[in-house]
């Protein structure tokens, strides 16, 4: 997948190309996929990486449907064999199962999106077979690995103070230790702790309000050293947010908040001088919560409405883990394993 790049009006860059385009054309493709996608940043409140994968999803497949049938895609004609056909061509890419998945995903709920409209009446991809996805499980770190990276802005803020000529911005390290903290803490994804204002965070009980996937919003419990953490980075900053701005700013100067990729570009530096894998990102941290609280006895059910999950299911795959780990643990030291 390519990375997001939004258009001022939100639509997707793969689909001004079809602007000037025939009337044919924009009925079936530019117009109907259009409207899914401002139908998704709108009215589902999707983040910027589900319409960027939605949006490369329905590019990809107009890409084959041109190469290999010399015209765009008629979304209303199209047929099963149609996408039968295009699910051999993404095999024959050997892409893995998660990113066929994706794609599909994609393109169902953009179905779903043309029959609630009242475009078509039924949708071709239903009960389309699938190859069955592969079983991964998440990438954690350990807690002694979380208690050294959350450690690490601070050391690094150090380092730069006695080794560089200018003073370090000691407000960025600040808030770098908050943001970490935070993730960790209540187990957040990347965009939620991005989208956190001040009147989300509630000091005296503890809590912050997280507006999840699909503007479903929970209250999520905060430790001590987080709340700590942000406290810090405010005190560096020329003035605290408001209730209505981000708590976590792109610069002290500045009032948009901090974007997913500074966090990523950020969180790089912080693995390399913990001496852990920088491929980890930040929904890794994510992981990590929700599998350390479940080494420590907290219920399935917690954790998935911790974790913002819709099903049970998606939070099964760290019960996994946590076996995983109990076996390893038994065959390493039981006598007769």
């Not at 117009?31 to 490369?56: C, I, K, M, P």
């Not at 190469?67 to 895609?73: L, N």
């Not at 051999?88 to 995903?105: K, P």
């Not at 979380?146 to 960025?172: I, N, V, Y």
């Amino acid at each position: 997948m390519s990375s997001y790049s939004p258009l001022a009006d939100g639509l997707g860059r793969d689909y001004a190309r079809f602007v000037s385009a025939p009337e044919t054309t924009k009925q079936s493709v530019d117009v109907w996929g259009a409207e899914f996608l401002t139908h998704l940043a709108t009215d589902r409140g999707a983040s910027q990486y589900t319409h960027r994968n939605y949006a490369e999803a329905l590019a990809e497949f107009r890409r084959w449907h041109e190469g290999e049938r010399q015209s765009p895609p008629d979304w209303a004609a199209l047929q099963r064999d149609d996408f039968r056909a295009f699910l051999r061509h993404l095999s024959r890419r050997e892409l893995s199962r998660a990113t066929i998945h994706l794609t599909f995903s994609a393109l169902r709920t953009f179905y779903k999106f043309l029959i609630q409209r009242g475009r078509i009446a039924r949708s071709p991809i239903r009960n389309l077979a699938l190859p069955k996805p592969e079983r991964r499980l998440p990438k954690f770190v350990t807690v002694a690995q979380a208690g050294s990276l959350l450690t690490t802005p601070q050391r690094e803020c150090e380092r730069e103070r006695q080794l560089g000529e200018h003073p370090p911005d000691e407000s960025g390290f600040l808030r770098d230790a908050a943001i970490l903290e935070t993730i960790y803490s209540c187990g957040l994804r990347v965009s939620e702790v991005c989208g956190l204002r001040g009147e989300d965070l509630d000091e005296s009980g503890r809590s912050i309000r997280v507006r999840g996937k699909g503007k479903r919003e929970r209250l999520v419990p905060i430790g001590e050293p987080a709340l700590r953490a942000i406290r810090a980075y405010w005190d560096a900053l020329p003035h605290q947010p408001t209730q209505e701005e981000p708590v976590f700013l792109a610069a002290p100067d500045s009032p948009e908040a901090v974007r997913p990729a500074q966090v990523q570009k950020r969180l790089k530096r912080y693995l390399l001088a913990a001496g852990l894998d920088t491929s980890l990102t930040p929904h890794k941290l994510r992981h990590s919560f929700a599998t350390h609280l479940l080494d420590n006895g907290a219920d399935l059910r917690s954790v998935q409405e911790l974790l913002g999950h819709r099903n049970l299911s998606t939070t099964q795959i760290y019960t996994h883990v946590t076996t995983e780990r109990l076996k390893r643990a038994y065959d390493s030291a039981h006598p007769r394993a």
